[in-house]
């Protein structure tokens, strides 16, 4: 008989989740508060998908093993082909940036030191780029939230149903066990709850007894009207990351995690944009259409926490920041610990019990 399971939260974690199990012959139940793609950190994020630097050994294979997954999605859904522009970055200082640039050369990562004028040749529209950057083909960018709406389009093929609209008020409990949930649609049982619910993971877990150390910084981002092709890839300057989206607008934050908002989010917003205009040649003809804040959960120690907290049976949790990234392979290795308890060693360093109380 099929497993019956309900993933609560529809942002790109939950909808990868949903593909897999769906795939993976579950009855899956998708429910969400507010629309598909979510509206909380997905829609709002920078979406860069990368291994780049600042991340351990263990990390840097995770990320590397969900880039490969995102090449094996294209066929799945055309919102799920990543844009694979590249990336260039010089926002750490020159010895650093050698130092990860080999680094993460002897990890598999394709990074390869550039000069200036190498960078002028992949960006002719920067103005002024510095001596050395460090330039990774293989990195990326999605449109977030057509990507969520893929997986949930695709689990929807395999006979997965989503709920939108419909709160999860809480997680029904019968002594150890989670047995489904209520929702503001009613009730729903299930043989398991998979909570990929963000930055509310917190408070659906602390209902039932777990208190789980994450956090939801906010991250402001710009973005432009629509114009003509004015990047090839992603560029990560000190103090200013930015890519062009399929739909012509230039994004940008003080780094991919969005600005801090400050007391006055609009002005924050206004001097953000001010300096992506004084980056690039003939930035002055940009003009901003709207900036976005994005809460992102993030574990206390910066890593995913994925997987079954001890102690109660019939749930799983995945909460983490670079989710963008990771999607696809949270929702492959999450699908494979959930039918069938299977969890891949990559997951080890990142079980959720290391931040439960
Ligand atoms: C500004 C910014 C920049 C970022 N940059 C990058 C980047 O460059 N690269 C990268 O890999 N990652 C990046 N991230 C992080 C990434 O976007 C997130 O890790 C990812 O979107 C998290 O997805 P999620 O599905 O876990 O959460 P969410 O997208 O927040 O989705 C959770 C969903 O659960 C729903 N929900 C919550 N509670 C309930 C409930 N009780 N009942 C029903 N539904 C519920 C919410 O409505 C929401 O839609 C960035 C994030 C931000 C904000």
Not at 39 to 45: F, K, M, Q, R, W
Request: aromatic share 6%.
């Amino acid at each position: 008989m099929k497993k019956k399971i309900i993933v609560v939260g529809a942002g790109i974690i939950g909808a990868s989740l949903a593909y897999h199990l769906a795939k993976a012959g579950a009855e899956v139940l998708v429910f969400e508060a507010g629309a598909a793609a979510g509206g909380v950190a997905t829609p709002n994020s920078f979406a860069w998908i990368n291994a780049s630097w600042g991340n351990p050994p263990d990390y840097v294979k995770l990320r590397l093993r969900s880039m490969a997954e995102w090449r094996e999605l294209k066929t799945v859904h055309p919102d799920l082909a990543v844009n694979w522009c590249g990336g260039l970055s010089w926002d750490l200082p020159e010895v650093e940036l050698r130092e990860f640039s080999v680094q993460h050369q002897s990890m598999g990562y394709g990074t390869k030191l550039v000069t200036q004028a190498e960078m002028q040749k992949l960006e002719p529209n920067l103005k002024i780029p510095p001596e050395v950057g460090v330039y990774v083909a293989e990195e990326g960018a999605i449109e977030p939230d057509a990507a969520a709406r893929g997986f949930l389009a695709a689990a929807q093929a395999l006979g997965a149903t989503l709920h939108e609209k419909t709160d999860v008020l809480k997680l029904l409990r019968v002594g150890d066990k989670i047995v489904g949930i209520e929702s503001s649609a009613g009730t729903f049982k299930a043989d398991e709850v998979v909570v990929a619910a963000g930055a509310q993971t917190k408070k659906l877990l602390s209902d039932c007894g777990k208190h789980i150390d994450v956090d939801a910084p906010a991250g402001l981002l710009v973005h432009s009207k629509p114009v003509a092709k004015c990047l090839n890839g992603l560029v990560m300057a000190p103090r200013l990351h930015v890519r062009q989206t399929a739909a012509g607008r230039l994004v940008a934050g003080s780094d991919f995690g969005g600005a801090q908002p400050g007391a006055d989010p609009a002005q924050t917003a206004a001097d953000l944009f001010a300096a992506l205009r004084a980056f690039l040649h003939e930035g002055e003809i940009l003009e901003m259409d709207f900036f976005t804040l994005g809460y992102r959960p993030t574990p206390a120690d910066g890593f995913p926490a994925i997987g079954r907290p001890q102690g109660l049976t019939g749930l799983y949790v995945a909460v983490l920041h670079s989710g963008i990234t990771l999607a696809p392979i949270v929702g492959l290795f999450g699908a494979a610990e959930i039918l069938h308890d299977q969890r891949d060693p990559l997951l080890t360093p990142y079980h959720p019990d290391r931040l439960i109380s």
